[in-house]
């Protein structure tokens, strides 16, 4: 019986929640990303914010992109104001990261993570998954079938091996 229930609790452990592949973010350079266009790619989310003590987790941010974007693995910062550690405008922002990080991965615009106001994204996540961001810096790791495989916590590096395990398990599973 015992083995019954360990079975069912490690199902019950990790969900897997289909993200709405329509989900459309403004895009700091105007415009939009909408997920649907990673279709196929495992896409790691990320909510930031450019005056927050894990700020130098950008640097990993682009490293991951840098080291995982010709596998396929899209890292897309969304940086927020809701911990009140963001820059004013998106165009600070964008200018921060690129004079501070040389960032080149996708950036949405300022966008709300958490309450009334979070993205429909963060809403989904909140409602489906049970995983909202507590602080800057939370990571979801969706597979190439828009399923969430993973959520890291702010104190996660992106380029610890807890992250780029399953990083590289997802990529993998992409190719086979």
Known sequence: MRSKFAFLFSLLA???LAVDLDSTFTNIDGGTHQLSNWEGQPI???NTASLCGFTGQYSELQELHDTYSDQGLVVLAVP???FSQELGSDSEVKEFCEVNYDLTLPMTGITHVVG???H???KSLATEEGFEPNWNFNKVLIDAKGEVV???RSS???M???LTGQIEEVLNQADG
């Open 150 to 152: 993973g959520t890291f």
């Open 156 to 158: 996660v590096n992106p």
């Open 120 to 122: 429909p994204f963060y």
């Open 44 to 46: 790691l989310v990320v």
């Open 14 to 16: 990790t969900p897997t």
């Open 80 to 82: 927020s104001d809701d």
């Open 116 to 118: 009334a106001n979070a």
């Open 160 to 162: 610890s091996r807890q």
